[in-house]
């Protein structure tokens, strides 16, 4: 069975928004002189009391096993596809169950690309839950019909795994067009299947989480009234129970700001976002309780600074590595951000777990 294409990937196509720094440079050439703080993240922290962003207590290891992936969606900040072999090894896996072990987090968020290509997806999550994790595995949904992973929704759920599932709408045509013809009816068998060996039933060893992206350039509407939406949606037409949904703001980089670019949002949409900044999501953003490996083993603040080459900053250190992984210097540090950032503050709030306030 094929996968849905719905795009290539910024690198594929040696785009110029496949560098890190030209990303960073758009972003900066937009006009916000006019919004509240101009465009000035930091400023928009320090009117509300945080001078500095720093972290709490570290509770998820979000593990990128590597950018290939068999799908090219639309919005991807990955800028994840089927051209992309950047893969996590052994060795590097190893390091970060090292250092989980010298921490108290109780969460590993395995995610892509499509984390289940990786050869070593099973042995990461089968050391992870040995060690009493609890483990996401961030899933596409179409990666459980190809050859070779018909056998994952049962294996997962002998293990207790939390499957994260993208699936942008609970109709096919705003799914199809942000991931590619076909994704919907291929998603729709997936979630059979894992409602089949028992996922989205209310057990908490087999939970089921669906993941919505806005289909255009706004932000997430109220996650409680869609999740009510969608269950009632998925019931009806397709006999599919999950747990629960989740609403993600789009971020403005990689293929989703060549978008934004493309089509002539760019600048109402950073508006929006800076204009939605909501103070009660600041205690709660990720980049606080969760730290972000890279496929390399290098170290973020959070997924997105991640896709934009933002390295975590330690004083007076070299970039770090998770074989070098040192707790205290960790909480010590300031966390970095971007005009970028706006996109987790707005109105309700966005990280990977869903909405913040």
């Given at each position: 069975?094929?996968?849905?294409?719905?795009?290539?990937?910024?690198?594929?196509?040696?785009?110029?928004?496949?560098?890190?720094?030209?990303?960073q440079e758009l972003l900066q050439t937009v006009d916000l002189i006019h919004t509240p703080v101009q465009g000035d993240?930091?400023?928009?922290?320090?009117?509300?009391?945080?001078?500095?962003?720093?972290?709490?207590?570290?509770?998820?290891?979000?593990?990128?096993?590597?950018?290939?992936?068999?799908?090219?969606?639309?919005?991807?900040?990955?800028?994840?596809?089927?051209?992309?072999?950047?893969m996590m090894d052994r060795e590097t896996m190893d390091a970060c169950l090292q250092a989980l072990d010298q921490t108290e987090a109780h969460t590993v968020d395995v995610t892509g690309g499509a984390p289940e290509l990786n050869p070593h997806f099973r042995y990461l999550v089968e050391q992870c839950v040995a060690r009493g994790k609890h483990v996401i595995d961030r899933c596409n949904l179409t990666v459980l019909l190809l050859p070779g992973m018909q056998d994952l929704p049962a294996w997962l759920a002998e293990r207790g795994v939390e499957v994260v599932c993208s699936l942008p709408h609970y109709r096919p045509r705003n799914?199809?067009?942000?991931?590619?013809?076909?994704?919907?009816?291929?998603?729709?068998?997936?979630?059979?299947?894992?409602?089949?060996?028992?996922?989205?039933?209310?057990?908490?060893?087999?939970?089921?989480?669906?993941?919505?992206?806005?289909?255009?350039a706004f932000l997430s509407a109220n996650q409680g009234n869609l999740e009510q939406e969608w269950k009632a949606g998925l019931q009806k037409h397709h006999g599919i129970t999950f747990d629960r949904l989740i609403t993600i703001n789009n971020m403005p980089i990689s293929r989703y700001l060549e978008w934004l670019e493309q089509s002539g949002n760019l600048q109402a949409y950073m508006e929006r976002l800076v204009n939605a900044f909501n103070p009660g999501?600041?205690?709660g953003l990720m980049c606080r309780n969760t730290l972000s490996i890279s496929w390399d083993g290098r170290l973020f603040d959070c997924d997105f600074n991640q896709m934009l080459e933002l390295e975590l900053q330690l004083p007076n250190r070299q970039p770090p590595h998770i074989r070098d992984f040192d707790l205290e210097h960790l909480t010590n540090r300031q966390i970095v951000t971007g005009r970028h950032c706006f996109g987790c503050t707005a109105g309700a709030g966005s990280s990977c777990g869903g909405a913040i306030a």
């Open positions: 069975m094929s996968s849905p294409i719905a795009t290539l990937s910024l690198k594929h196509r040696q785009a110029p928004l496949s560098s890190p720094q030209q990303q993240f930091e400023a928009a922290l320090g009117s509300h009391g945080w001078q500095t962003l720093t972290p709490a207590r570290l509770e998820i290891f979000q593990i990128n096993v590597g950018k290939l992936c068999n799908m090219t969606c639309r919005h991807c900040h990955v800028d994840a596809g089927p051209d992309r072999k950047e799914t199809d067009a942000q991931r590619g013809n076909g994704t919907f009816e291929q998603s729709i068998i997936a979630l059979q299947r894992l409602n089949a060996v028992g996922y989205g039933k209310g057990d908490p060893d087999r939970q089921l989480t669906l993941v919505s992206n806005p289909v255009g999501t600041i205690a």
